[in-house]
């Protein structure tokens, strides 16, 4: 296996893109990725998209994609896993050049997700949990979320305020960043307060739906170093799963795919969690970020929500999460969040990321749940 | 027959439960997903049945506050429909054990 880096990277900002369609969102990340490598030709590409074929009858991305930003003839097709499809298709990349097989690629993902509204957005989006089993019961991603934290409520006798800081957190940092769709600050002793989605899940909690996409170019570590001044190494690369429907798992209350793909993680990069000076985790709910703690190794179980009670996930904290406002305040482009994630650690250990830079950063980790975590795909980056 | 295929019918055996359980979570949806939205707001719970497993259904006839553990048991009701000419979906639900009179 050869060493694999990521020497470009563009993304376009988050938001409800109404004037644009998928394939000039995918564009228009793929032509700033591509400028900031210096190339104008890769090899393949590979796609991060989840809700293309329910929100935007589209499926087909690569062939599409590949011709409207000019580079029909490569390789090109969509990795989907929910909304871990973005980090699924960084990981293909990486093994493809890995493997040996392909020289230079592009990731890209993308979503459209605001094209609907209503009934049809949330029917559009519940085509990733189990169609037979919780859909057909009129469940859907946020009332499943909601149960799990009830739960999780109900068995550590926590009440809803201890999950405040990370949405704090999240918008904290998205304030600072131009390319976050939430961007207004969440003040202390008002997130127990705001208005119901399923409850106990409110708006202050769950990551809205939003459009985007964010692209990177990834090559051998030893090309890298002769295309750019400071490729970012890919360390580690690794994917795991979990059951799909949530009523099928022994231990409702814990990540078990977040645990292996971290775990295997750790130990291709040969770090320590105590290692890593910044984590872009999956926080499309709080109950999502409290388990992740748990799950990877920063916090024993039942416990995860005592990291945001402090400084800690603060970008002069510890372990720094959702730099640039995570799916919460920077909002969640489902297929195109995990690309995201990478996009905005690359600028973290380049030294690039401005106002919302944190300091002496070397090692970063990013961790991409499809659903639930019923996929968990985590790569950890060196400068 | 292949190992391949033992392993699946060891995994995958027929099992009628019960029916009755106990509640293991619960929310109110705001935000239905369309064929459902006549019924919005309805409850959704996460039920123990009584050999184990959890099932995700829909709580029916809630008339009053729901609590973690209250004792369920299974009924046939409408779950969604397609339409006005559509088809219509039934399933199961899950109410709260009725005292006997």
Known sequence: ?383 | MSDLNKQAELLHERFTFAGTGEVFSFTTLQEPPEGFEEQAPYVLALVKLDEGPLVTAQLTDVDGPIEIGDRVEMVTRKLSTEGGKGMIVYGYKFRKVLSRA
Not at chain 1, 129 to 142: L, N, P, V
């Open chain 1, 1 to 383: 296996m050869r060493d694999v880096a990521i020497i470009g990277v563009g993304r376009t900002p988050v938001g409800e893109h109404w004037g644009s369609s998928l394939r000039m969102l995918a564009a228009d990340a793929i032509n700033e990725a591509l400028k900031n490598a210096g190339l104008t030709q890769v090899d393949a590409l590979y796609l991060g998209n989840a809700y293309g074929a329910s929100v935007s009858s589209q499926t087909h991305l690569g062939a599409l994609v590949a011709d409207y930003a000019g580079l029909s003839g490569i390789e090109a097709y969509t990795c989907e896993a929910a909304e871990a499809s973005g980090a699924a298709a960084l990981r293909t990349a990486y093994m493809a050049v890995a493997s040996g097989s392909v020289e230079t690629a592009l990731v890209v993902g993308v979503e459209k997700s605001t094209d609907t509204v209503g009934g049809a957005r949330v029917m559009a989006r519940n085509v990733s949990i189990d169609a037979d089993f919780e859909a057909a019961q009129g469940a859907t991603i946020t009332a499943l979320a909601a149960m799990l934290m009830r739960r999780y409520m109900h068995e550590y006798h926590v009440g809803l305020d201890v999950f405040e800081g990370f949405s704090i957190n999240a918008h904290a940092n998205g304030g600072r960043s131009e390319y976050a769709m939430f961007r207004n600050t969440i003040k202390p002793g008002r997130f127990a307060g705001a208005p119901l989605v399923s409850d106990p899940v409110n708006l202050f909690d769950s990551a809205p739906d939003a459009d985007g996409a964010a692209a990177l170019v990834i090559t051998t570590a030893e090309r890298a170093g002769d295309l750019v001044p400071q490729p970012i190494r890919i360390a580690a690369s690794s994917a795991a799963t979990d059951t799909l429907a949530l009523h099928d798992r022994s231990d409702l209350l814990y990540l078990k795919g977040a645990n292996l793909s971290a775990y295997k993680a750790y130990q291709q990069a040969a770090i320590q969690p105590s290692d890593i000076d910044l984590f872009e985790l999956h926080d499309a709910f709080t109950i999502l970020s409290t388990l992740t703690l748990e799950a990877t190794g920063f916090a024993e179980r039942g416990e995860g929500w005592k990291l945001a009670q402090s400084n800690a996930i603060g970008l002069a904290g510890d372990l720094p999460i959702s730099t640039f406002g995570g799916l919460k305040s920077r909002g969640n482009p489902a297929g195109a969040a995990g690309v995201y994630q990478a996009v905005e650690a690359c600028l973290q250990l380049r030294g690039e990321a401005g106002a919302n830079q944190v300091a002496n950063a070397r090692i970063a980790m990013i961790q991409n749940l499809g659903g639930l975590g019923s996929t968990a795909i985590t790569h950890v980056l060196k400068a």
